[in-house]
T-cell receptor, first 115, second 114 residues
Framework: AQSVTQPDIHITVSEGASLELRCNYS??????LFWYVQSPGQGLQLLLK??????LVQGIKGFEAEFKRSQSSFNLRKPSVHWSDAAEYFC?????????????FGKGTRLSVIA | DGGITQSPKYLFRKEGQNVTLSCEQN?????MYWYRQDPGQGLRLIYY???????QKGDIAEGYSVSREKKESFPLTVTSAQKNPTAFYLC?????????????FGPGTRLLVL
């Protein structure tokens, strides 16, 4: 079955440290790939997305993600985390040539930032 | 400002009662979506609509109903058949239906059972 996996339920990093959040998918073809962020009690905000072309994608708030076809991964990175980055992060995929099937979301990774 | 509004922010339901969650968008988007969010479960799709007067069931449609009579509105009714309705409900929209379309989210409604 097609799926999106975020292996880490909760990650804690120190402010100023680097961050990498993992996302893996199991689809036969290259999907559309998205990362969203959700602050507590709020809706989701798009950080970045990948459709084709350059496999390193830049997003808002200093985030970037790299698509690796060989690993079926789309990991999110930030070189220096700020306390305001504490939130939940969701990876989502959309299937090419799937008609109008909506995005499929991973279960999320909660990021805590400590001083 | 363009965006998606959801009301109310908090909603309380009594046993056996139907309640309706509002979702309105002024983005002129064709497609709209309803998700349920539970801790540790991520987002699960309840219903989606690709165009006015049309909607499809998502993964967890049982106990819910929707309508799409206007392009800008996609209300969700949580019926008494939904035995565990306590959750955070998110509405989203996209310019067009399709797997490559970015979804834009409202602020959510938290439903609690009394």
């Amino acid at each position: 079955a097609q799926s999106v996996t975020q292996p880490d339920i909760h990650i804690t990093v120190s402010e100023g440290a680097s961050l990498e959040l993992r996302c893996n998918y199991s689809y036969g073809a290259t999907p559309y790939l998205f990362w969203y962020v959700q602050s507590p009690g709020q809706g989701l905000q798009l950080l970045l997305k990948y459709f084709s072309g350059d496999t390193l994608v830049q997003g808002i708030k200093g985030f970037e993600a790299e698509f690796k076809r060989s690993q079926s991964s789309f990991n999110l990175r930030k070189p220096s985390v700020h306390w305001s980055d504490a939130a939940e992060y969701f990876c989502a995929v959309g299937l090419l040539n799937s008609g109008n099937t909506p995005l499929v979301f991973g279960k999320g990774t909660r990021l805590s930032v400590i001083a | 400002d363009g965006g998606i509004t959801q009301s109310p922010k908090y909603l309380f339901r009594k046993e056996g009662q139907n309640v309706t969650l509002s979702c309105e968008q002024n983005l002129n988007h064709d497609a709209m979506y309803w998700y349920r969010q539970d801790p540790g479960q991520g987002l699960r799709l309840i219903y989606y609509s690709q165009i006015v007067n049309d909607f499809q069931k998502g993964d967890i449609a049982e106990g819910y109903s929707v309508s799409r009579e206007k392009k800008e509105s996609f209300p969700l009714t949580v019926t008494s058949a939904q035995k565990n309705p306590t959750a955070f409900y998110l509405c989203a929209s996209s310019i067009a239906p399709g797997a490559g379309e970015t979804q834009y989210f409202g602020p959510g409604t938290r439903l609690l059972v009394l």
